[in-house]
């Protein structure tokens, strides 16, 4: 698929068939998410793929789905037969920019005015949302507040922090967002040249 086609596709889904997904198409899109930018080539980002049933609904109870079923909507985060949890750990980042082509000895580490692991973390996430659309699947994004529990659920270390869920499935049919109502904000107001 061309690679216009892949943006113009990607949309967040949050309805699927009960039909698998390869593990040759989840390798794949968790080696497209690891081929997003890396600050130093830190490396901080880390994948879960969770496939067992179990394990899906308890992401399920964790996001708060019931709720989402009681306004009226269906399951999805528990229905998508695959969760790729994308996550990063900060420390990698520290300790990649204390080495020697990276800091000068007796200099104090850099402030990180932009802590990059964030933004790391976001392409990741973004590539595993195209990688999910280019194997012909869809895919949806669950944020949480619930983050330690989602930490002690999976057993993932204090050190490493989930930065959300994407679910990953094979599409049926699907209320779109009501949000998308709104329509584009205008480009005018969103991309500005040379100067804000």
């Known amino acids: 698929m061309e ?3 892949v943006v113009r596709r990607r949309r967040m889904v949050r309805n ?29 980002v880390r994948l879960i793929v969770v496939t067992d049933e179990a394990t899906r609904r308890r992401i399920a109870e964790l996001a708060d789905e019931p709720a989402y079923i009681a306004n009226g909507l269906g399951p999805w985060i528990s229905i998508a037969p695959v969760h790729l949890v994308v996550c ?8 990649r920019y204390n080495e020697p082509d990276k800091r000068r000895p007796g200099d104090p580490e850099m402030d990180w005015p932009v802590p990059y692991w964030w933004v790391d973390a976001g392409a990741a996430l973004m590539l595993a949302l195209l990688a999910t659309v280019d194997e012909g ?11 330690p529990e989602l930490k002690t659920a999976l057993g ?26 709104r329509g584009p ?3 005018a107001e969103t991309v500005r040249r040379e100067h804000w």
Do not use: C, M, N, W
């Not at 997904?21 to 690891?34: F, H, M, Y």
């Not at 990063?88 to 300790?95: I, L, M, Q, S, T």
């Open 185 to 187: 904000k205008p480009r």
């Open 3 to 5: 690679f216009s086609e």
């Open 88 to 95: 990063v750990r900060a420390d990698d980042y520290h300790e």
């Open 156 to 181: 993932i270390p204090d050190d490493v922090s989930p930065i959300g869920v994407v679910t990953i499935g094979h599409p049926a049919p699907d209320r779109r967002s009501g949000s998308l109502a």
């Open 16 to 44: 699927y068939t009960d039909e698998p997904v390869s593990e040759d198409a989840i390798d794949r899109i968790a080696a497209a998410a690891l081929r997003g930018p890396s600050a130093g080539y830190s490396q901080g």
């Open 137 to 147: 699947l869809a895919a949806g994004l669950v944020g949480f507040h619930s983050v």
